[in-house]
């Protein structure tokens, strides 16, 4: 069991996409936007999320991928929704909903696909991080205060837990769908299966691994503190 004190600062990892995958280059895209919008130089957003400026370069021109920790601190410090990051971001031969499509009114002459209020699971927006989850949005639009996910675990037959602890404001809630999932709340541990289901405060330090030989599959909803832009996925 890892000694978590109060206040201790967490380590951060970086997962480097050496391919510079097309979903890193529009990820990395939106970041260096959302950074130039707000007036903050490169070398001082690594400053306040722990990584080096070398780093969040690489990120922005889409070489490299942040760590799980490493993306909430962004989202956090530039004050952007996560799952706005999504937009634009296709899976490998999958057609997505565009940016730009705006919401539709209903009527019935409107199906629910265009409208937005549907959404195929083939056209899912995803961003997977080099050493860690897929996520995979459930909504059509980036939805304001609060994520609803599909969060895909890979296989991880040695058991090792990822090195960093999430933490952030708001509360979640999560189901696995199939497979096996290692989770830790602060001190305590367990494993859940198929069906089983958890809620807790998001700002207790927290991580998410998959121990077994199979893929994980869970649902989360994230629901953000009000006010707050600061969002959260799982590593």
């Known amino acids: 069991m890892t ?13 480097t996409s050496p391919d510079g995958d097309h979903e890193w280059v529009v990820v990395g895209g939106r970041i260096r936007e959302a950074r130039t919008s707000a007036g903050i130089s490169v070398r001082e957003l690594a400053r306040r999320i722990d990584v080096s400026p070398s780093h969040v370069s690489q990120v922005e021109r889409g070489l490299a991928a942040f760590s799980v920790r490493a993306l909430y601190n962004v989202v956090s410090e530039l004050g952007i929704q996560m799952d706005s990051l999504f937009d634009g971001v296709p899976e490998a031969g999958v057609e997505t909903l565009p940016a730009e499509q705006p919401r539709r009114p209903l009527d019935e002459q409107t199906a629910l696909d265009t ?3 549907v959404l195929r699971a083939t056209q899912r927006p995803t961003i997977k991080l080099k ?6 949005r459930l909504t059509a639009h ?6 609803f996910l599909s969060v895909v675990y890979e296989p991880n037959p040695s058991g090792e837990p990822p090195e960093d602890f999430i933490r952030h404001s708001g509360r979640e809630y999560g189901v ?18 198929p069906g089983d ?7 207790v330090p927290h991580r998410f691994w998959n121990a077994g030989g199979f893929e994980t599959r869970c649902v989360w909803f994230v629901m953000n503190d009000e ?3 600061a969002t959260h996925h799982h590593g």
Request: proline fraction near 4%; glycine fraction near 16%.
């Open 227 to 229: 006010g707050s832009d």
């Open 3 to 15: 000694s978590l004190e109060a206040g201790q600062a967490l380590p951060a990892s970086a997962a």
């Open 115 to 117: 409208s937005g209020v």
């Open 197 to 203: 289901s958890i809620a807790f405060d998001s700002s």
């Open 131 to 136: 050493s860690g989850p897929r996520w995979e």
């Open 176 to 193: 696995v769908v199939s497979g096996e999932l290692n989770v830790q709340v602060g001190f305590g541990q367990a494993t859940l299966g």
């Open 142 to 147: 980036a939805e304001e205060g609060c994520e």
